[in-house]
């Protein structure tokens, strides 16, 4: 009642089967007694019958060896190494073609595909996919080293060999791909923490986004950091200029930093640098030893500063001193005598002028008091006219202006005319010369007439007169002015106020020059309106003389629309009569036609009837073909019937034999012809159907008959349809189809009369108009 171990049972045969060997190739020693399934399969076989080899080997499993499934080389021949599902040789067998697992791709699978890394080909080596974070596009072939593992294409702003931290100027966890772009100054920035986003400035560079620099640096757009400033002892402030670094210098200073003094100054302190005052036209340049201030000199030009030539030297410009030739040391001589003798005579007449000017300032402080004496005479208790004073002070301002404008046209003079300053300053000089020789004989004149003077008086008179000069200009010098000239301040002070209380008197008429300032303030609005009013006028008469501008325009538009209307509409009415002129050319043709058509009527109506003779014949011999087609269909339902009737018959035989399941087979074979020759019986039926639908069509007078004719060729389509349907069930499996070498004869013979019914019908249909 079982089966022993390599043994299962058949489904056929009596009492309920046979025990038959297990179908294994020679792969395995056991199976399922029962399904015949195969248990354990070996030699690196798999499959209900140990008929195919396991994944990763290649070969035929079902010759019957051990050797029939051989590892594939994808890329090498060991188990650990070996990365494809198939794989195939070439008919000389030196060249292996490997169906790569995921991961690896190549002729062998020696390489690894996108997205994953490794050495395939090196022992123990596999492919990895490629961690990046989640931050690569997987598809891209060049997002990571195939070899390495290295990242090289990170996406989401992710940065570094695994893509797992934020790329330079973002921050946050790029493992969850929210890198954030950071607030830092990009100029200021070494880097940004790519945690927390905190800004890490560059040297000398502050604030929570690094967007300045620290106190007392600068050149900050430079990028690179900030430098120091480091302003001097001369700087106005410790802090530079924020692009180019220079400090505010003090006067006389120079230099980025303000380190030392400028050209023409010296002696460096924290005030500044001092001038040289070196004289320009007596000096080399402008500039002197910077540690003791003296200037460089002309040749033979003298003095710390440059500023003089030695007694008896003259100057040449842009040369220097030069030693006066002899004529002019004669010259020299005498006036040097003249001014020895004469010193005595000028401090003597210094004395007497100082007798004098105190004569002079007693003099001015009476005629100041006789001036202001008139004005205040002349003051009336209700009027103070002080036109006289404006009109000095319009005066005076006028002058200024004058002034002014003369000084100004010096000024452009003096800068037009700076060629020909070496001229002048000869010039000058040798005006000067003149002068000093005139000088001298004016003194030489007056010392001759003092000594005339002195010779024509006497002695003592002389001599008393000087002593009377000298006791008054004791009693000048013992008199205190000082008193004398507080009471001409006290004087002028009453003065003063005498003609403050005059002013007050003269406050009725001061308040009828309120009402008549207010009066010419009136008039003065009253005249602005008016020149209002008229800039309105004139805005009016311009808007008039516009508006009929316009005016004109519009009509001078109105009248060139209209005439451009005129034009288009005469243009249109052009077409329109050449259209129109076309369509009566177009009728006159149509009714030539017309007529030739009517002359053609009679025989086109002989042609009509012809014709309609030859349609009511087809028609007859429509008639008759649907008569046979009919008989035709009804065959081939006869014969579909006696196939169904066959097929009955075959399933109730069936062989226990291995050959008469064959036969079997071979009888599906034919069945499957039937199939075909009974499909394309369906077809011709169908063609029929609709060459009968047709024939309805073409022939109007049997329209009964072509009704009656569908209905019986849908009731053979039907029949045919089930046919067929009882041949599809013989085509199931498990479906027994049992027959003998007769039966087959005989279906082949039925098929043979199909295909002739068949080629009947299409020749029927082809008969049909």
């Given at each position: 009642e079982e089966c022993a171990?390599?043994?299962?049972?058949?489904?056929?045969?009596?009492?309920?089967?046979?025990?038959?060997?297990?179908?294994?190739?020679?792969?395995?020693?056991?199976?399922?007694?029962?399904?015949?399934?195969?248990?354990?399969?070996?030699?690196?076989?798999?499959?209900?019958?140990?008929?195919?080899?396991?994944?990763?080997?290649?070969?035929?499993?079902?010759?019957?060896?051990?050797?029939?499934?051989?590892?594939?080389?994808?890329?090498?021949?060991?188990?650990?190494?070996?990365?494809?599902?198939?794989?195939?040789?070439?008919?000389e067998g030196d060249k292996i073609s490997c169906e790569c697992i995921p991961g690896y791709f190549g002729p062998r699978c020696d390489s690894c595909a996108t997205g994953f890394y490794g050495r395939p080909e090196q022992p123990g080596d596999y492919c990895k996919p490629c961690e990046c974070s989640g931050n690569i596009?997987?598809?891209?072939?060049?997002?990571?080293?195939?070899?390495?593992?290295?990242?090289?294409?990170?996406?989401?702003?992710?940065?570094?060999?695994?893509?797992?931290?934020?790329?330079?100027?973002?921050?946050?966890?790029?493992?969850?791909?929210?890198?954030?772009?950071?607030?830092?100054?990009?100029?200021?920035?070494?880097?940004?923490?790519?945690?927390?986003?905190?800004?890490?400035?560059?040297?000398?560079?502050?604030?929570?986004?690094?967007?300045?620099?620290?106190?007392?640096?600068?050149?900050?757009?430079?990028?690179?950091?900030?430098?120091a400033c480091d302003c001097q002892l001369a700087s106005e402030s410790l802090q530079c200029d924020d692009i180019s670094g220079q400090c505010r210098c003090k006067p006389g200073v120079v230099g980025r930093n303000c380190d030392r003094c400028s050209s023409g100054y010296w002696q460096y302190s924290a005030q500044g640098c001092v001038s040289c005052g070196c004289n320009s036209e007596y000096s080399i340049g402008v500039g002197c030893n910077a540690e003791t201030g003296q200037c460089e000199c002309l040749p033979g030009v003298v003095g710390e500063k440059c500023d003089h030539c030695p007694p008896r030297w003259v100057l040449i410009p842009d040369e220097g001193c030069f030693k006066c030739e002899t004529c002019h040391h004669a010259l020299l001589d005498v006036t040097d005598e003249m001014e020895r003798r004469l010193s005595p005579i000028s401090v003597e007449f210094e004395t007497v002028a100082a007798s004098y000017?105190?004569?002079?300032?007693?003099?001015?402080?009476?005629?100041?008091?006789?001036?202001?004496?008139?004005d205040v005479d002349a003051l009336v208790s209700n009027q103070v006219d002080i036109s006289p004073v404006t009109n000095k002070v319009k005066d005076i301002e006028s002058e200024a202006r004058s002034l002014n404008r003369q000084a100004q046209y010096k000024k452009e003079d003096a800068q037009n005319t700076e060629g020909g300053k070496v001229k002048q300053e000869a010039q000058e000089v040798e005006a000067l010369i003149l002068d000093t020789v005139r000088q001298s004989k004016a003194i030489v004149t007056e010392i001759q007439d003092l000594a005339v003077s002195l010779e024509l008086g006497s002695g003592p008179q002389v001599d008393q007169a000087l002593d009377e000069a000298k006791r008054i200009l004791e009693e000048i010098s013992q008199v205190d002015s000082s008193n004398m000239e507080l009471e001409a301040q006290q004087g002028r002070d009453k003065a003063a106020d005498l003609l403050e209380k005059m002013k007050i008197f003269a406050g009725p008429p001061d308040n009828m020059t309120e009402a008549l300032e207010a009066l010419r303030d009136r008039i003065f609005q009253l005249d602005l309106k008016l020149n209002d009013l008229l800039n309105h006028t004139q805005e009016a008469q311009d808007n008039a003389q516009k508006v009929e501008a316009l005016n004109n325009k519009n009509r001078n538009s109105s009248l060139t629309s209209r005439v451009n209307n005129v034009k288009y509409l005469t243009k249109d009415t052009n077409l329109t009569l050449s259209d129109a002129k076309e369509l009566v050319q177009n009728a006159s043709a149509l009714l030539d036609k017309a007529k030739a058509a009517f002359v053609d009527l009679p025989l086109e109506r002989d042609d009509l009837q012809n014709a309609r003779n030859k349609l009511s014949d087809k028609t007859s011999m429509q008639d008759d073909e649907l008569a046979v087609i009919q008989d035709v269909v009804q065959q081939a339902a006869n014969h579909a019937d006696q196939l169904a009737a066959q097929a009955a018959m075959l399933d109730g035989?069936?062989?226990?034999?291995?050959?008469?399941?064959?036969?079997?087979?071979?009888?599906?074979?034919?069945y499957g012809n039937i199939v075909v020759a009974i499909e394309n019986a369906s077809r011709a039926a169908d063609d029929a159907i609709v060459a009968s639908n047709n024939a309805v069509f073409k022939s109007a007078g049997i329209a009964n008959q072509s009704e009656d004719i569908n209905r019986r060729n849908s009731e053979l389509l039907d029949q045919v349809y089930r046919a067929e349907e009882e041949v599809q069930a013989l085509e199931r499996p498990g479906a027994q189809l049992p027959m003998t070498l007769e039966d087959i004869k005989h279906v082949a013979s039925l098929n043979s009369y199909i295909n002739q019914t068949y080629n009947q019908i299409q020749r029927g249909l082809q008969n049909i108009p």
């Open positions: 171990d390599g043994y299962y049972r058949a489904a056929t045969g009596p009492y309920g089967g046979f025990c038959v060997p297990c179908q294994c190739n020679g792969h395995a020693t056991t199976c399922d007694k029962i399904t015949g399934l195969c248990l354990n399969c070996k030699h690196n076989t798999t499959g209900e019958h140990c008929e195919k080899c396991e994944v990763g080997y290649h070969g035929n499993a079902t010759t019957g060896t051990p050797y029939d499934c051989l590892i594939c080389a994808c890329p090498l021949p060991i188990p650990s190494n070996n990365f494809a599902t198939s794989c195939e040789l070439n008919d596009d997987p598809t891209d072939p060049k997002s990571c080293d195939t070899i390495t593992g290295n990242c090289t294409r990170c996406l989401h702003n992710t940065f570094g060999s695994l893509c797992e931290i934020c790329r330079p100027g973002y921050y946050g966890d790029a493992k969850l791909r929210d890198c954030q772009s950071c607030v830092c100054d990009r100029c200021g920035t070494g880097e940004c923490d790519h945690g927390t986003g905190r800004c890490q400035c560059l040297p000398n560079v502050v604030g929570e986004k690094c967007d300045r620099c620290e106190d007392k640096h600068y050149g900050f757009s430079t990028c690179q950091g900030c430098k000017f105190t004569t002079q300032r007693l003099k001015y402080f009476n005629d100041s008091v006789n001036q202001l004496r008139p035989m069936l062989t226990d034999t291995r050959d008469s399941a064959d036969s079997a087979i071979q009888a599906a074979n034919a």
